[in-house]
């Protein structure tokens, strides 16, 4: 009996890093507000140690994807405002021969207490689903600036500059085309 469990034991420790190595993504896309990068590892072999890898940790793609106990998943949205939000397609290949998945997260780097992401429940990823949630790391935000994103926000856009120019483009061909009319009048009135 002792023999048995030692090999089922044994068995496990060679199946499960298999299996975790199975789950690695091999490309990250980030797009957002002034920024792209994508970040790939054509060998899974050399995932360990990337950035891809340091990515992968820190955004919290295992638990929000595959789950992990104890769960590291924040029990909601984070109050307050969370800054411009940016977006990881995950590439995650499977076993030869069978699907690439492809799951969505959203980034919020700027967001106050540290960076957050958004994974949407119910992706779909090998056999199962992503479990999904929202998930907050500190350190996240560092990394991508390490990637060349900013390290501040980029400035939203309040609209007025647009709106000036929208003003000035139609407003002063209207204006001209106002006066010409009025000028137009007057002078058949004054013939009248």
């Known amino acids: 009996m002792i023999r048995l ?17 199975a789950k690695e993504p091999s490309r990250a896309s980030i797009s957002g507000p002034g920024f792209s990068k994508t ?54 290949p499977g076993p030869p021969g ?15 207490g540290g960076a957050v992401t958004y994974t949407k ?8 689903k992503t479990k999904g949630g929202w998930y907050r790391n500190p350190m996240l935000k560092d990394t991508l600036v390490g990637l060349g994103l900013s390290a501040r926000a980029p400035q939203a856009s309040n609209g007025s500059g647009t709106n000036l120019a929208l003003l000035a483009g ?9 006066v010409g009319i009025a000028a137009a009048m007057r002078r058949r009135q004054r013939r009248g």
């Open 5 to 21: 469990s030692l090999v089922g034991a044994a068995l496990v420790a060679l199946v499960v890093p298999a299996v975790a190595a």
């Open 98 to 112: 069978e699907t690439v998945h492809e799951v969505r997260q959203d980034l919020y780097p700027y967001a106050r």
């Open 39 to 92: 970040l790939k590892v054509q060998d899974l072999d050399h995932f360990s140690g990337s950035k891809l890898a340091e990515l992968t940790e820190e955004s919290g793609f295992f638990p929000s994807a595959v789950g992990q106990s104890p769960n590291p998943m924040l029990p909601g949205r984070p109050s307050g405002r969370l800054g411009p939000r940016y977006r990881i397609v995950w590439t995650v």
């Open 121 to 128: 429940p119910g992706q779909p990823i090998f056999d199962m």
């Open 170 to 178: 139609i407003g002063i061909p209207g204006v001209l085309a106002a």
